[in-house]
């Protein structure tokens, strides 16, 4: 992996220590991806004026590299962190390369689509239409970042909304639900469905980026030689109980998770602890991304939860980023999570806005790990 914007011995070190992390050999503390996206403004190229139709923020394709190529190069990174692309078309991607009708709203930076699934028995199954207007969108963004971002940066994975949020874009959360009951068999067939298509998306992009040489990623950060995937968190599961995870959502995060080399689990919020015993009992899974959800309190107020995670076996990943903490008092956030965990299985993400405020992050981390 090559970058102009980290050189020399301060790449090969954060290659080596993200790659560490995933091996479970990282020693001298925390994980640390520390970016500053208004850091380094000299030079980089100016931000192209978004085009007058909104949706177009996405889809234009010229306006979309632009806009990375001038991110990109604006930001500065610190510590472990490496310059990183994310195509994408929102969350609710993965419905509308599906046949799902789309709307975008990148200035909210989402997407939704309307549920099309009416009649499960009309219904002519699953699978990736090569045709797809919005799958050939994807990847021609995919392929032009692979292009621009040789020797610069690493191209990411998707966030695939799949397995029962897949559905539920689809179906409807409220008809999904009465599915689950009155018509489990035919959910079972639709989720298995739900594991081939990630996998054959993991597969295809895998074809299009390892040949750049740049490694992988995904948005939640880091990076692998290897492959690096985010497994989404199943919304959905908020709403059903032990016996239905079991049923209809663990098959399909197990074999996801033993499809690539390097996963990270989104686990977004308290409605999702549930589950959390059963997703660690998956041996698979190497590292859990804990989201307290924007307003609740940072991650220095859930220990005990960071803890359990840990003692299950996976390293854990906490965020700081604009209304998740991008502001918070990193000094007692530091201290109590490299106190409280084991900080060699301990991933902190932050965006701040202040060199001052990166370089303090990572200068407090290493007094932290020296401290114990």
Request: proline letters at 7%; charged letters at 25%; a negative charge.
């Amino acid at each position: 992996m090559r970058t102009p914007w980290v050189e020399g011995t301060d790449l090969e070190r954060a290659l080596e220590r993200n790659e560490a992390f995933w091996d479970g050999t990282l020693r001298g503390g925390p994980l640390l991806w520390v970016t500053v996206p208004e850091g380094r403004p000299e030079g980089a190229p100016a931000a192209p004026t978004p085009p007058p139709v909104e949706s177009d923020e996405w889809t234009d394709v010229g306006y979309v590299m632009a806009k990375a190529e001038s991110d990109v190069g604006r930001t500065a990174y610190l510590a472990d962190a490496l310059p990183t692309h994310n195509p994408w078309l929102g969350p609710d991607q993965f419905a509308a390369w599906l046949g799902a009708d789309i709307t975008f709203k990148p200035r909210d930076n989402t997407s939704w689509v309307k549920a099309f699934i009416e009649d499960w028995d009309a219904h002519p199954g699953f699978h990736l239409d090569p045709g797809n207007r919005w799958w050939r969108l994807y990847l021609e963004i995919l392929r032009e970042s692979v292009r621009r971002g040789r020797d610069r940066w690493v191209t990411c994975y998707p966030d695939l909304h799949t397995g029962i949020d897949g559905l539920d874009a689809m179906r409807g959360p409220e008809r999904l639900m009465f599915d689950l009951i009155e018509r489990p068999e035919v959910v079972e067939t639709a989720m298995r469905s739900m594991t081939r298509l990630w996998k054959e998306i993991v597969d295809t992009v895998s074809s299009i980026v390892l040949p750049a040489g740049q490694g992988t990623t995904n948005w939640t950060s880091g990076w692998s030689s290897r492959r690096f995937v985010c497994l989404g968190q199943n919304d959905f599961s908020c709403l059903v109980g032990p016996a239905m995870f079991d049923r209809f959502i663990r098959p399909d995060t197990r074999e996801c998770c033993r499809h690539v080399d390097r996963i990270i689990y989104h686990l977004d919020g308290p409605g999702a602890l549930q589950h959390l015993d059963r997703l660690l009992a998956i041996d698979a899974l190497h590292c859990v991304q804990w989201i307290q959800g924007a307003g609740a309190p940072l991650p220095s107020a859930w220990l005990d939860l960071l803890r359990r995670i840990q003692a299950g076996g996976k390293s854990v990943q906490v965020l700081y980023s604009g209304a998740h903490g991008g502001s918070a008092e990193f000094k007692h956030e530091i201290d109590a999570l490299c106190g409280a965990l084991d900080p060699d299985r301990l991933f902190i993400v932050a965006a701040v806005d202040s060199l001052d405020k990166a370089e303090f992050i990572v200068r407090r981390a290493r007094e932290a790990v020296r401290a114990r």
